[in-house]
């Protein structure tokens, strides 16, 4: 069994941006600028906003985060939103998902720039994402894709069963999977929660995209031998042994299952770190216009 190291991977990638934010100040040119929207104090989304204005720092990026009240109306975010898309300081701007129910999260995707959508989200980029044309990329299958990537795991020909049919993951993940690319020419299974016997497929593949949300829920009597497991989960789960309380478990139980990979990602140090550095990838790419 290998381990995919999605922190050391993610390290690398900074190390490159960084360069480039170099190279760019050398030229004195803008350096890139994301900004970051929050609603609410969902403390999930609490942490992971964080952890991108952290990268920002680290990288050498402007970022500016903007927390915003439970109670703001659809239309004051709409509002905000047109102002990001109107500002030139900002290359590239995200919305937290997910957001309060009062609020259309289809609305404020569409409302959102799609030179500015470094989330990828938008109709525009998923669209050009399904044609293969250029376009940003969700960060959680972007990373995905490098990770799978960086270990050499060969995808052509194999059989990859995508678990989970958000937006945000599993759905981009099984286009990006089938696409006539490298990684990609991959066979592709989409199952989800109506899935019947989710474990027929599980046990036939030879790549498994786990994005469900439920901790612990992959167990070594529904995979394969040598199987690749790419686990997208983070969950909190209560823990006795740390100071907070909880500690982070993904949606493979990892102890049961990983002799019998070839390679799994970790929970945390595997799919997460890769997220927050694609998306400082297309903030790079904003910054330059390369895409449109
Ligand atoms: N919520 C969970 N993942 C993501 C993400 O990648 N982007 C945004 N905006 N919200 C999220």
Do not use: W
Request: glycine residues 6%; charged residues 20%; contains cysteine.
């Amino acid at each position: 069994m290998k381990l995919i190291d999605g922190k050391k991977l993610s390290e690398e990638i900074y190390t490159q941006l960084k360069n480039e934010v170099a190279l760019l100040k050398e030229e004195r040119k803008k350096v890139p600028h994301l900004a970051a929207i929050i609603i609410g104090n969902n403390p999930a989304s609490q942490t992971y906003v964080n952890a991108k204005i952290k990268a920002c720092e680290q990288v050498g990026y402007e970022s500016t985060l903007l927390q915003l009240d439970e109670k703001i109306t659809e239309m004051e975010l709409l509002k905000i939103i047109d102002e990001f898309n109107q500002n030139t300081s900002i290359d590239g701007f995200i919305v937290q998902l997910p957001l309060p129910k009062h609020i259309d999260e289809n609305k404020v995707t569409q409302a959102i720039a799609p030179q500015k959508d470094v989330d990828g989200f938008h109709p525009v980029n998923l669209g050009r994402m399904l044609l293969n044309l250029p376009s940003y990329l969700p960060a959680t299958p972007f990373g995905i894709m490098k990770m799978l990537a960086a270990n050499n795991i060969e995808t052509q020909g194999k059989h990859c069963v995508v678990v989970g049919r958000s937006h945000i993951v599993g759905s981009p993940m099984s286009v990006l999977l089938a696409r006539n690319s490298s990684p990609g020419n991959c066979t592709v299974t989409l199952c989800h929660s109506k899935t019947d016997n989710l474990s027929y497929f599980t046990r036939q593949a030879d790549i498994i995209i786990l994005a469900i949300g439920k901790p612990y829920y992959l167990k070594r009597d529904m995979i394969k031998n040598g199987v690749v497991v790419i686990d997208v989960g983070i969950n909190r789960v209560p823990s006795s042994t740390t100071k907070s309380g909880f500690k982070l478990a993904g949606d493979a139980d990892f102890d049961d299952i990983a002799d019998k990979c070839s390679f799994i990602t970790p929970v945390p140090g595997g799919v997460g770190p890769m997220t927050i550095a694609s998306l400082m990838q297309n903030t790079l790419l904003a910054n330059r216009n390369e895409l449109y």
